[in-house]
């Protein structure tokens, strides 16, 4: 293992309880390093292919966006409530469209992220079979360290 200091940390959010659940780990993390906080959500842009009409899609894509911007706020109070007041974390929020692990693995990249900080409802069986497992994807896209929080 290298002695790399963590200089950013991402947090892809969809603002459920799992993904504020790592929100909160990555928050102290930041807090005892130092390092930015980089809030992503993504909009799956696949799904929305399957909409019969342009206005159905152009509709559900702001109402996704909508969403997301809530839950980056969600972030943002969540640092003023639990953020270390004494160490001023830095905050950038991003709302990007596309694959999740695809945008995901891209902003890694860009961003030169130290280190990501992802929620999962730990699904198992079939669920997880039939939904897949963002966290799972990400772990192995990425060659950058990942905390998976149930």
Known sequence: MSDQIIEKILIPTNGSEYANKAVKHALWLASASGAEIIALNVIDTSSLVALPEEHIRVQTLKLLKEE??????????????????????KLTTLIKEGSPTDVIVKTVEEESIGLITIGTSGKQGINRFVL?????NVVKAVSCPVLVVH
Request: aromatic share 0%; no cysteine; net charge negative.
């Open 68 to 89: 997301g911007n809530k839950a980056l706020i969600k972030i943002s109070d969540l640092l003023e409530t639990e953020g270390d007041n004494q160490k001023k974390i």
């Open 132 to 136: 897949g497992s963002l966290a799972e």
